[in-house]
Structure formats: structure tokens, C-alpha cells
């Protein structure tokens, strides 16, 4: 039945809204209470063998949820970037970078739609917009700036990735129950740009707010928002763990708060800064990592196992880094070198190389004291000596050095395009566990269909362009860029005046407040807002 409606649903809409799309391959996976999608991001496969080695009992909790591969290829170009990547999970459309949950401009690549020319860079709705529409809470998590691409891939929608402003306001407004990582400066009057203060906001919202590890425990409230750093944590081995929380003690309140909803949630979690040590080749922070994002793994499916009716999907957006457990120094006797040549450097090292590379003095003549006192090092040779004093990145440097002596190699100090690993756990009675080889916007149509939501129908209800929808009704538009990152939207008609402020969720007609269900998005030259809008000018 479920999928019958599903079917009816999507012919209604190609019939009175005429998208230049269909999904054919829409499946009916069952259905389930709880979603929880959780993103290692640029956790390659090698990533995660690497890290699994450095761990006691040589096992991670994912290792028992492995069932299957993702290609992560973006709308036009096979190695993907954050922005798009998430996006297609959160949305089920792949699509091209900068872009953060909006349509493409470009395609071509396998999975990527082809669409119209007058959708390029319309916002898409998302599951967590689906979800809260649902009459779920939702929720995101993240140790990186709450505004980077991945999360905000799930609660924004800007061309620009890089636009942390304008995702920050957006996420204030969006009605999401639980919001926890870092990033407050892009919310503080301070230090954003139209000095808006949106951290008094997010308070007279009704949220519980907090900026320590103390406070989040303490805090009893149904909403609320923890921001632990002005831009991002420190890596895990570095973090204070006495004033900051782990990656899975906020995975762990986000779902105390979330699961007092009857109808359910959709959370959001994402070990952010295995990218970042990836991307810097740094094999300590890397690991200690992937451990972190792992401990929040078995958080969620504990949670899952107490409370039935939960689907827990698992997936990085990219790998990044291009890391191999295995080195050229052993392309003879690979076979016959022991697992501690691999492991003892990295295991017992104090700090990440990054931070040990700030110890190094500008002319690099301490290097050997910094390369002993951190990682144990005590012999580096003429080569090891030239490459740090040589190369401009200090860190990047140290890190191919110990990396070599652990016979770990890297190709690069960006994504690569290989598949990633798929994870999937289910207690939702029918509900089936994701398989197989995948692309990336199947996750989001995974998800979209375990909610039982219509994410295609859901952008048409919240996103409209504002100047045909008003002029149709014979009114007229104007936008007025009042500073930097304040835009709005001005419509009048007669003697009504409706001011639609960009990147929130009311409009003001006649000096009145308006909810208007859903966001106005500025995007290139375009405003869109809920369909919904267009029902203040008669």
C-alpha cells in the first residue's frame, strides 16, 4: 500500500508540476520510527583498515554493520567534495561543488538527473526538512563548525559552501530540536558581517544553549544548542576531555532529547576532522579519529537495540587522502613484516602530527627534539631531515615521516573518487538494511522512504521562485541588499507590503510577522519561498 501511494504521489505531481525528472528506481525499503545517518567524513576503506589496526582488540562496531560500497562521483566530475556529496545523501540528487542542497547546473556523471535550465541552483528539500514536517524532531552533530558542508548539506541549502554566515542563519530558523558541534563566531554579533545576533536568537527561540561539556549534561530542556568552539574541535587526542564532549557523549544527548518525540526523529551525525587529518596526512589524529567516530557508532546502536524502530545508515561522503596500509619501503617482505613496524609509532604518540608541527621553531633547527619528545623518534636520517627543513608544510612533512616508518603511504593531500564503505543496522520491524553497491543519492532516497516522505513534492510545497509566483498574482518584487549577508525580498500590491527577510522563516506583511513555514533562500539572483507564501497577496 505504501508503495502504491508512493506511486500516486509521484504521477500527481509530474501531472501539476511538470519536474523534468522522475525516479524510476524508487524502492520500498519499509518503514521505520528512527533514522540516524551517521558520515565519517573521508573515511576511505583503507582509512578505516589502517585505524582498526591501531586499536586493541583489532575490531570496530562498524565492522558487523558492513553491507556494501558507495560511489561518490558528483553530478559532473568523478572525485566528489563534501558540499555535493552530502547533499545527494541528504537529498537524493547529486550535484556539483560549491553547492550545498542545491540542483545542478552541470551533469553528465552516472547517477546525476538532468533538469531544466530554470531549476540550476534551486534549493531541494532535504530528509531532515521532510522529517520535521513528518512531525519528528531532528537533529545534527558534528565536531566540526555546525556551517561546514556536511551538516549544513542537511539543514541549509547556498550555492557557495563557504557562505558560513548565511547556512548559520538558515540553521537557526530552520526548527530543528537538537543542534550540537562548534562554530559560534559565525552566529555572534561580533564577528558576522550584518552583526546580527543570533545566539540572543537561538535563546529567545526557546533553546537551552550551552558551550561546555558540563553544561550539556546539565541541561534538561526538549530543544537545544550546544556550540563547544568559535570554529571547530581540536582533534580527539587533543580535545580536553573534561570541558568538551567526544564526538559520542553528543551523539548520546542527542538522542536523550530526540527520543521524548512519540513520533520519532532523524539525526544526523558527522565525525568531521577524519577529513581534516586526511587531508593534512597526519596517520595520528587520523586514527584517533576514526576511533572517536566509531565510539558514537556503538552510542547509536546501543540505542537502536534499546529502543526498536531504529535504522541506523553508515557512509562517508568521499575518501580523502588516498591512504594505503602498505608502503613502497616493503614492495619486498611485505608479507614478512610484523604488524608492530605498522603500529608502535602511531599508537604511542602524545599528539597529533599537526599539533607537534607547532612546536617546531620557524628555522626547523628542532626538529629532532620535537620529531623524540612526541612520537619517539630518535634517528632521523640525512633524507627525513631535508624533507622537513624543505618543505613549506611542516606538518604535511612529519606526517609523510612517520607515515614511511609505518609503511603507510598517501597519494595526495585531497579526495580521491574510490568507493567507501556502507553500513546499515535496522530494529524496525520490516524495515530492510541498505545493500549492495550504492550511489551516494540512494542513501537519501533510503532515508526519504524509511520516513515515508515525498522529498520531490516536499521542493515544490517549500521552494518557489518568489518573482514569477507574485507576478502571476499581479504584484510587484523588488530585492534590497541591506548589507552584507541581509538581503530581502520586498512585494506589494496595492496597499499590502510583504518584506520576506532572507535565509529566515517569516515574512512581515504590514508590519505584522508571518510564519511561513519553511525558509527564503537567496540564491544567485533568485529568491525562492514556500508555496505557502504566495498566499498573503489576494
Same mark, same amino acid.
Given at each position: 500500500?505504501?508503495?502504491?501511494?508512493?506511486?500516486?504521489?509521484?504521477?500527481?505531481?509530474?501531472?501539476?508540476?511538470?519536474?523534468?525528472?522522475?525516479?524510476?528506481?524508487?524502492?520500498?525499503?519499509?518503514?521505520?520510527?528512527?533514522?540516524?545517518?551517521?558520515?565519517?567524513?573521508?573515511?576511505?576503506?583503507?582509512?578505516?583498515?589502517?585505524?582498526?589496526?591501531?586499536?586493541?582488540?583489532?575490531?570496530?562496531?562498524?565492522?558487523?554493520?558492513?553491507?556494501?560500497?558507495?560511489?561518490?562521483?558528483?553530478?559532473?566530475?568523478?572525485?566528489?567534495?563534501?558540499?555535493?556529496?552530502?547533499?545527494?545523501?541528504?537529498?537524493?540528487?547529486?550535484?556539483?561543488?560549491?553547492?550545498?542542497?542545491?540542483?545542478?547546473?552541470?551533469?553528465?556523471?552516472?547517477?546525476?538527473?538532468?533538469?531544466?535550465?530554470?531549476?540550476?541552483?534551486?534549493?531541494?528539500?532535504?530528509?531532515?526538512?521532510?522529517?520535521?514536517?513528518?512531525?519528528?524532531?531532528?537533529?545534527?552533530?558534528?565536531?566540526?563548525?555546525?556551517?561546514?558542508?556536511?551538516?549544513?548539506?542537511?539543514?541549509?541549502?547556498?550555492?557557495?559552501?563557504?557562505?558560513?554566515?548565511?547556512?548559520?542563519?538558515?540553521?537557526?530558523?530552520?526548527?530543528?530540536?537538537?543542534?550540537?558541534?562548534?562554530?559560534?563566531?559565525?552566529?555572534?554579533?561580533?564577528?558576522?558581517?550584518?552583526?546580527?545576533?543570533?545566539?540572543?536568537?537561538?535563546?529567545?527561540?526557546?533553546?537551552?544553549?550551552?558551550?561546555?561539556?558540563?553544561?550539556?549534561?546539565?541541561?534538561?530542556?526538549?530543544?537545544?544548542?550546544?556550540?563547544?568552539?568559535?570554529?571547530?574541535?581540536?582533534?580527539?587526542?587533543?580535545?580536553?576531555?573534561?570541558?568538551?564532549?567526544?564526538?559520542?557523549?553528543?551523539?548520546?544527548?542527542?538522542?536523550?532529547?530526540?527520543?521524548?518525540?512519540?513520533?520519532?526523529?532523524?539525526?544526523?551525525?558527522?565525525?568531521?576532522?577524519?577529513?581534516?587529518?586526511?587531508?593534512?596526512?597526519?596517520?595520528?589524529?587520523?586514527?584517533?579519529?576514526?576511533?572517536?567516530?566509531?565510539?558514537?557508532?556503538?552510542?547509536?546502536?546501543?540505542?537502536?537495540?534499546?529502543?526498536?524502530?531504529?535504522?541506523?545508515?553508515?557512509?562517508?561522503?568521499?575518501?580523502?587522502?588516498?591512504?594505503?596500509?602498505?608502503?613502497?619501503?616493503?614492495?619486498?617482505?611485505?608479507?614478512?613484516?610484523?604488524?608492530?613496524?605498522?603500529?608502535?609509532?602511531?599508537?604511542?604518540?602524545?599528539?597529533?602530527?599537526?599539533?607537534?608541527?607547532?612546536?617546531?621553531?620557524?628555522?626547523?633547527?628542532?626538529?629532532?627534539?620535537?620529531?623524540?619528545?612526541?612520537?619517539?623518534?630518535?634517528?632521523?636520517?640525512?633524507?627525513?631531515?631535508?624533507?622537513?627543513?624543505?618543505?613549506?608544510?611542516?606538518?604535511?612533512?612529519?606526517?609523510?615521516?612517520?607515515?614511511?616508518? !609505518?609503511?603507510?603511504?598517501?597519494?595526495?593531500? *585531497?579526495?580521491?573518487?574510490?568507493?567507501? /564503505? =556502507?553500513?546499515? #543496522? +535496522? &530494529?524496525?520491524?520490516?524495515?530492510?538494511?541498505?545493500?549492495?553497491?550504492?550511489?551516494?543519492?540512494?542513501?537519501?532516497?533510503?532515508?526519504?522512504?524509511?520516513?515515508?516522505?515525498?522529498?520531490?513534492?516536499?521542493?515544490?510545497?517549500?521552494?518557489?521562485?518568489?518573482?514569477?509566483?507574485?507576478?502571476?498574482?499581479?504584484?510587484?518584487?523588488?530585492?534590497?541588499?541591506?548589507?552584507?549577508?541581509?538581503?530581502?525580498?520586498?512585494?506589494?500590491?496595492?496597499?499590502?507590503?510583504?518584506?520576506?527577510?532572507? !535565509?529566515?522563516?517569516?515574512?512581515?506583511?504590514? *508590519?505584522?510577522?508571518?510564519?511561513?513555514? /519553511? =525558509?527564503?533562500? #537567496? +540564491? &544567485?539572483?533568485?529568491?525562492?519561498?514556500?508555496?505557502?507564501?504566495?498566499?498573503?497577496?489576494?
Amino acid at each position: 500500500m505504501k508503495r502504491l501511494k508512493k506511486i500516486l504521489a509521484a504521477t500527481l505531481v509530474v501531472a501539476t508540476l511538470v519536474p523534468s525528472f522522475v525516479f524510476a528506481d524508487k524502492k520500498d525499503y519499509g518503514s521505520a520510527k528512527n533514522v540516524i545517518i551517521m558520515i565519517p567524513d573521508g573515511m576511505s576503506v583503507e582509512a578505516l583498515t589502517t585505524a582498526r589496526w591501531m586499536t586493541e582488540d583489532k575490531k570496530f562496531v562498524m565492522d558487523d554493520l558492513a553491507t556494501g560500497l558507495v560511489r561518490t562521483n558528483n553530478s559532473n566530475t568523478p572525485i566528489a567534495d563534501s558540499a555535493p556529496a552530502g547533499t545527494a545523501m541528504a537529498t537524493g540528487i547529486k550535484t556539483e561543488s560549491p553547492f550545498v542542497g542545491c540542483y545542478p547546473t552541470k551533469g553528465g556523471m552516472p547517477g546525476a538527473i538532468e533538469i531544466e535550465k530554470d531549476r540550476e541552483k534551486q534549493p531541494i528539500a532535504n530528509v531532515l526538512e521532510g522529517a520535521e514536517r513528518s512531525g519528528r524532531s531532528t537533529g545534527i552533530v558534528s565536531t566540526s563548525n555546525i556551517q561546514h558542508a556536511t551538516p549544513a548539506d542537511f539543514s541549509a541549502h547556498n550555492p557557495d559552501r563557504n557562505n558560513y554566515e548565511d547556512l548559520g542563519e538558515q540553521q537557526v530558523y530552520q526548527g530543528m530540536e537538537v543542534v550540537l558541534g562548534a562554530g559560534s563566531m559565525y552566529l555572534s554579533k561580533e564577528s558576522r558581517k550584518d552583526k546580527e545576533d543570533l545566539i540572543s536568537e537561538i535563546k529567545n527561540k526557546g533553546y537551552d544553549y550551552f558551550d561546555t561539556l558540563e553544561g550539556m549534561k546539565a541541561s534538561k530542556g526538549d530543544k537545544i544548542w550546544g556550540l563547544f568552539e568559535d570554529k571547530s574541535f581540536p582533534y580527539e587526542i587533543e580535545r580536553d576531555k573534561a570541558n568538551k564532549p567526544s564526538l559520542a557523549e553528543m551523539t548520546d544527548k542527542a538522542l536523550e532529547v530526540l527520543s521524548k518525540n512519540d513520533k520519532g526523529f532523524f539525526l544526523m551525525v558527522e565525525g568531521s576532522e577524519i577529513d581534516w587529518a586526511a587531508h593534512s596526512n597526519d596517520p595520528v589524529a587520523l586514527v584517533h579519529e576514526i576511533k572517536a567516530f566509531d565510539d558514537a557508532v556503538k552510542v547509536a546502536k546501543d540505542f537502536a537495540d534499546k529502543n526498536k524502530d531504529t535504522v541506523i545508515v553508515i557512509a562517508a561522503d568521499h575518501g580523502t587522502g588516498g591512504i594505503t596500509f602498505g608502503y613502497r619501503n616493503i614492495t619486498k617482505g611485505y608479507d614478512k613484516a610484523p604488524l608492530n613496524e605498522f603500529t608502535n609509532i602511531i599508537s604511542s604518540a602524545k599528539v597529533s602530527v599537526t599539533k607537534a608541527a607547532e612546536e617546531v621553531k620557524e628555522d626547523k633547527s628542532n626538529i629532532k627534539e620535537v620529531m623524540y619528545k612526541n612520537f619517539g623518534i630518535e634517528d632521523l636520517n640525512e633524507e627525513e631531515l631535508n624533507l622537513v627543513k624543505n618543505e613549506k608544510d611542516t606538518a604535511s612533512a612529519m606526517g609523510r615521516i612517520i607515515s614511511a616508518r !609505518s609503511h603507510i603511504a598517501w597519494t595526495t593531500g *585531497g579526495h580521491v573518487g574510490g568507493d567507501v /564503505g =556502507l553500513y546499515s #543496522y +535496522s &530494529t524496525a520491524e520490516g524495515a530492510e538494511r541498505l545493500i549492495g553497491t550504492v550511489h551516494n543519492y540512494e542513501i537519501g532516497r533510503y532515508i526519504e522512504d524509511l520516513l515515508d516522505i515525498d522529498l520531490d513534492k516536499l521542493t515544490e510545497e517549500l521552494y518557489q521562485p518568489i518573482r514569477k509566483g507574485f507576478e502571476d498574482k499581479g504584484a510587484k518584487v523588488e530585492f534590497n541588499a541591506k548589507g552584507a549577508n541581509d538581503y530581502e525580498a520586498i512585494v506589494t500590491k496595492g496597499n499590502d507590503k510583504i518584506i520576506f527577510p532572507v !535565509s529566515k522563516n517569516y515574512a512581515i506583511k504590514n *508590519g505584522e510577522k508571518v510564519d511561513l513555514g /519553511g =525558509l527564503t533562500i #537567496y +540564491s &544567485t539572483r533568485s529568491v525562492y519561498v514556500p508555496q505557502k507564501a504566495f498566499e498573503l497577496v489576494k
